[in-house]
């Protein structure tokens, strides 16, 4: 089992940027694809983007690809979302979370059923 602690939310004028983390415990990191969701008010919990266990692959929802970045640094226990040209459509509390790797990346980790573990979130708004 993991634990996810998020850090790194904020407050942010459109078009500037975050960096997120998601510092694991517990189980090593690279057991695990990660990932990040967020959740607006009044909305559900959406998929952002994942990262495969060795951080060669990534996913992102098409309303963020292109300006956020997700990588890992497993020697760390870390996973980052770099946020750039943020908008305020973007202001959300932001999760992390942990699926488990032999899952591999079926249709599944687009959904927030097919992760095992989950953060408390960290709030992100940005301001037009």
Known sequence: QVQLVESGGG?????????LSCAASGR???SYIMGWFRQAPGKEREFVAAVSWSGISTYYANSV??????????TKNTVYLQMNSLKPEDTAV??????????????????TGG???????TQVTVSS
């Open 28 to 30: 090593t990191l690279s």
């Open 115 to 121: 992760y095992d573990y989950w953060g408390q979130g």
């Open 11 to 19: 407050l942010v004028q459109a078009g500037g940027s975050l960096r």
């Open 94 to 111: 932001y999760y992390c979370t942990a699926r488990e790797r032999e899952k591999g990346f079926s249709g599944s980790y687009v959904y």
């Open 65 to 74: 690809k292109g300006r956020f970045t997700i990588y890992r640094d497993n």
